[in-house]
């Protein structure tokens, strides 16, 4: 079944008081007769932080099963990548796919500075994305995982195709 997609309709900022707004007109299109594993969740560029991600992931803890959210483009800070492992935890708890690029996160080369983290990221497979999918593979294999994972994320939640990307 291709995924149902949901945005934020009016592009409104979003925060701890709007979140669950989203959250419950998710649960309305899953009233609706959609099946929960086929909705993707774009809240790109809508103004998230730190904060206000982990209140998503919270919020969505009482709705299992959404395929993919997409917190692309925000203004989520990160100070450390134990920031990003938590909110991973947290988020893909409740999604299949979750997508963090082009946010206020650490650099990815930074991140083999960070054993235990790595691990932890790297423990949630081609379910996390963390980076660009339109960057061109540099031939560093950690770097190059992360690209991978954006264009896994951009094809399993919107159906992009990319050519020769493996």
Request: proline share 4%; hydrophobic share 40%.
């Amino acid at each position: 079944m291709k995924p149902i997609m949901y945005t934020n309709p009016q592009e409104r900022l979003l925060d701890e008081k709007t979140l669950p707004v989203v959250v419950q007109e998710l649960k309305q299109r899953a009233t609706l007769g959609l099946a929960s594993d086929s909705i993707v969740c774009d809240l790109s560029s809508s103004g998230l932080t730190l904060d206000a991600a982990f209140h998503l992931a919270e919020l969505l803890q009482a709705r299992t099963g959404l395929f993919a959210l997409d917190l692309s483009l925000n203004r989520i800070k990160a100070d450390s990548w134990g920031d990003v492992c938590r909110l991973a935890r947290r988020s893909l708890d409740a999604v299949e796919y979750l997508d963090l690029s082009l946010n206020y996160l650490p650099p990815l080369q930074s991140l083999k500075e960070d054993k235990v983290a790595e691990k932890i990221l790297k423990g949630f497979r081609d379910r996390l994305s963390l980076g660009s999918d339109c960057n061109s593979f540099c031939g560093d294999p950690d770097v190059d995982h992360w690209t991978r994972n954006a264009r896994r994320f951009k094809q399993e939640a919107y159906g992009f195709e990319y050519d020769g990307w493996s």
